[in-house]
């Protein structure tokens, strides 16, 4: 026996985060240095001058130690430039389907043990069926689906098998085949989705597909 529910769409949320930078005091920085210099030249001996070829040495070395800093802080500046439009560019994959690589579900052992999976349908549905296989790819259950119209549905399946029997424990495939409302076949299987929104959460760019947020490196395919 299996069950279905319509499932539904949700907006792009965005979650910020702040930061609070502590300064390293354990560093030197270019403005330490300076301030080096001048105590040095301050307390220099007027009977033996600093060289003027030191002076000139260390100024030098100050400005490499300025032109290093700063060019850090751009690549830091354009690391992270670079990370936000990353993180909001999957904001155009919205509307697109993903797909997860993988058709499916598990049953655990039990007399009672259901399982249950959503299945998005692309177009509208006039009449169908959903296949339900074992690893050797022989279908242990074949449920009829009614009229529908396009979207995700979650359906509960109670484990029995089209005998009347429990199904083993394991790894099950699921698929369907069906009629759209202008009669052309049409076919889905577990695992594609459409994006619906994007939520960021501590700066990861999360994926609605069906009714769960999922990070784009579980998704392996988005057209």
Known sequence: MITSTGLDAS????T??????????NI????????LLLVELQNQDPTDPMDSDKILQQTSELASLESADNTNKALEDLTKSLGVSQQFSTISAIGKTADLGS?????????????????????????G???????????VQTITTDEKDSGVYQFTWDGTT???????????HISANYT???SNPQETKLGRYPI??????????????????????DVKEIY
């Open 11 to 14: 907006t792009v949320t965005q």
């Open 28 to 35: 030197l920085g270019k403005d330490d240095f300076m301030q």
């Open 103 to 127: 058709d499916s579900i598990s049953l655990d052992e039990g007399i009672d043990t259901q399982a249950t999976f959503e299945l998005y349908f692309p177009t509208d549905v006039q009449n």
């Open 180 to 182: 759209d409302k202008n």
């Open 162 to 172: 089209s005998t009347g029997t429990r199904a083993e424990a394991g790894v099950y």
């Open 129 to 139: 069926t959903i296949e339900i296989k074992d690893s050797n790819n022989n279908v």
């Open 16 to 25: 910020t985060s702040t930061t609070t930078t502590v300064e390293n005091k």
């Open 196 to 217: 619906k929104s994007v939520r960021f959460d501590d700066g990861e760019a999360l994926l609605k597909v069906g009714s769960n947020y999922l990070p784009l490196d």
